[in-house]
């Protein structure tokens, strides 16, 4: 890379952050709340499938919130310079020739030979699902790293109100032990009331463990983790082995009984309590066999990282606690990149096995070659391909910097057949999509952290979850055909509408490389 290349790269690492903008009124809450609230037919806390889950105690009583807590950490500068300060060195490291890092184009190369199948080429449209054949599974297990479990129940938790009621409900009501990971707690009523309750199961004599990343400890959530540290919780502030990554991993694990994982953190901004911007994103909440295989992903980074902190180990024993159980197949994925890509090429494998239709939504879409290969190969075999991401409009304003490059993407896309669509909110600044998720066929569905972005592939940790069950995945595409009545469809470039500003200019240009056509390297069908 050119100087010139590397200094615009650096400067546009420096605005590719995702933290939130000004707060809003509490009209804009009873908007979406109306819009997805919890009690929202086939969305929200509708615990039907889950007989035996915890559900909100109606005698518990909300705590109480002090001053200093209860405003909405509505931007942080803090958190937002923390950020830019390891974007830039992420960018500089990287651009280092003796690093060696994988390009993108490198990354597109090893996935797409991971994803497709000499034993199960990719079928014509109309043809059965490969989800229905056994063989191709059993692969699909092999070259994801994720062996799916069978005998779980599944919900997909739609909003924050919904996804807040459970993990609420689940730490209340915890007997053993509770284990949470997520990137930030936020200094707000979110962060506090979960720091109180996490406590109060502390004194009860509950094991308590939480894991967040240490870097982003420095701009959220200081007084809430202090909180927690102070009343004996064990809270591992982690460090990647790479000094500018991300730890980006959102689960938590109750009595290993019950499970929840997906995009959202500990901030008002993703659970909807203090009335303030109102994100839209999705959590799934799952209890069977495949509880215990996340609960050894995070026990693998935790205990590697226990003794030093001065910490109790986590038991790799299974603990004969009981499930709920039921006919969902689950399997918990995580990813280190940038030389691991085993989310992507779970998403990339998923698309080859599409014989009907994918669905994805996701709140940042800048496409890898392989990401874009994938769509026109499904296009070309007629399978009905639906992608639902932010627009200029609905985006949180520090990710304005990236849109240009998310339309590069789409716009070839579309003219391919692909329905692309952009997320409208309810027409109000703050109203941003934050889900990240995908089906294919009815009959698969992949949900987790990880965002369709070139971050997820050079710097974030993540955990993503796939689940084979009709039933819930049909809840899944029930939710992704409401977001799209409220969003609108991208046909031509024309439909983009806006002028790129200057640094969305500059990020297009010399940051997204990866954005060219599919190169020769990578093989078509």
Not at 89 to 103: E, F
Request: aromatic share 8%.
């Amino acid at each position: 890379m050119t100087n010139k290349k590397t200094a615009l790269t650096i400067l546009a690492a420096c605005v590719l952050l995702h933290v939130p903008a000004s707060a809003q009124t509490t009209a804009r809450q009873a908007a979406i709340l109306e819009k997805y609230g919890a009690s929202a037919p086939g969305l929200g806390l509708n615990m039907d499938g889950l007989k035996a889950s915890p559900v909100p105690d109606p005698k518990a009583q909300p705590i109480p919130v002090p001053q200093q807590f209860s405003t909405y950490e509505a931007i942080s500068y803090t958190g937002t310079a923390v950020t830019a300060w390891y974007a830039l060195g992420a960018q500089v490291t990287d651009n280092l020739p003796w690093t060696n890092t994988p390009t993108f184009e490198a990354i597109s190369d090893r996935v797409m030979r991971a994803s497709k199948s000499k034993a199960f080429p990719a079928r014509p449209a109309g043809q059965p699902s490969l989800f229905t054949d056994e063989g191709f599974i059993r692969e699909y297990e092999r070259v994801t790293n994720g062996r799916f479990s069978s005998g779980n129940s599944v919900r997909f938790l739609i909003n924050g109100p919904a996804s807040f009621e459970v993990k609420d409900a689940l730490i209340r009501s915890a007997k053993k032990s509770l284990l949470v990971s997520t990137w930030a707690f936020y200094d707000d009523t979110t962060g506090y009331q979960a720091a109180q309750m996490l406590i109060a199961k502390k004194k009860e004599g509950v094991d308590v463990k939480v894991m967040l990343d240490k870097k982003v400890l420095a701009g959220h959530g200081k007084k809430v983790v202090r909180l927690m540290t102070d009343a004996g919780i064990e809270v591992l502030k982690y460090t990647e082995k790479r000094a500018n990554d991300i730890w980006h991993v959102k689960v938590l694990i109750a009595d290993d009984q019950y499970a929840v994982v997906g995009g959202l953190n500990f901030a008002d901004v993703y659970s909807h309590k203090s009335g303030t911007i109102l994100w839209r994103d999705t959590d799934v909440v799952y209890s069977g066999p495949a509880v215990l295989d996340a609960r050894k992903l995070l026990a693998d980074v935790w205990n590697a990282n226990a003794k030093k902190n001065g910490f109790k180990t986590i038991d790799a024993r299974t603990t004969g606690m009981p499930f709920e159980g039921g006919a969902a197949r689950v399997a918990t994925v995580m990813q280190d990149p940038p030389r691991d890509s085993t989310i992507l090429i779970s998403i990339i494998k998923a698309m080859y096995a599409a014989t009907k239709n994918i669905n994805i939504e996701n709140a940042y879409f800048v496409s890898l070659p392989v990401v874009t290969q994938a769509v026109l190969d499904a296009r070309a075999r007629g399978v009905e391909v639906n992608i639902l991401t932010n627009s200029r409009e609905s985006i949180d304003p520090e990710g304005l910097v990236i849109v240009e490059a998310m339309y590069k993407c789409l716009v070839p896309l579309a003219e391919a057949g692909a329905s692309i669509y952009l997320y409208n909110g309810i027409r109000s600044p703050g109203d941003t999509l934050h889900s990240k998720f995908m089906t294919v066929d009815g009959e698969f569905a992949d949900i987790g952290s990880y965002n369709l972005h070139p971050r997820g592939e050079r710097y974030d940790t993540e955990v993503n979850v796939n689940v084979l069950d009709r039933g819930s995945v049909a809840q899944l595409d029930e939710a992704f055909y409401k977001d799209v009545k409220n969003s609108r469809r991208v046909k031509t470039s024309a439909d983009l509408g806006g002028k790129p500003g200057f640094l969305a200019n500059m990020a297009n240009n010399y940051f997204y490389a990866q954005l060219e056509a599919p190169p020769g390297g990578l093989s078509r069908e």
